[in-house]
């Protein structure tokens, strides 16, 4: 088992950046697949990217590719998220997840992840 805790939200202006973290206990955070949800109000929980064991292997959503970027620290079980050219449509809650097992660039969906931070908010102003 897995807890995640997330940090790093803000308010921030169009075209600004922020970096998420999320860190995560126990002595197995390499052995997880890691991911970035983010959920606007009314909408649903949307893939952001997500991230192999190891780091090699990464996945975004169209919308933020070449803007965003996922990585990890296994040995200070933490992940990242460099957000930059940040949009007023970027805003939303953001959540880290976990799940076991092997990487799949088509674990894209709520139900995927096992483990849930309780969110950090981003708010990008126009």
């Known amino acids: 088992q897995v807890q995640l805790v997330e940090s790093g939200g803000g308010l921030v202006q169009a075209g600004g950046s922020l970096r998420l973290s999320c860190a995560a206990s126990?002595?197995?955070?390499?052995?997880?697949?890691m991911g970035w949800f983010r959920q606007a109000p009314g909408k649903e929980r949307d893939i952001v990217a997500h991230?192999?064991?190891?780091?090699?292997?990464?996945n975004y959503a169209d919308s933020v590719k070449g803007r965003f970027t996922i990585s990890r620290d296994n040995a200070k079980n933490t992940m990242y998220l460099q957000m930059n050219s940040l949009k007023p449509e970027d805003t939303a809650v953001y959540y880290c997840?976990?799940?076991?097992?092997?990487?799949?660039?088509?674990?894209?969906?709520?139900?995927?992840?096992?483990?849930w931070g309780q969110g950090t908010q981003v708010t990008v102003s126009s």
């Open positions: 126990g002595r197995t955070f390499s052995s997880y697949v």
């Open positions: 997840a976990a799940r076991s097992g092997g990487y799949s660039s088509d674990y894209v969906k709520r139900s995927d992840y096992t483990y």
């Open positions: 991230v192999s064991w190891s780091g090699g292997s990464t």
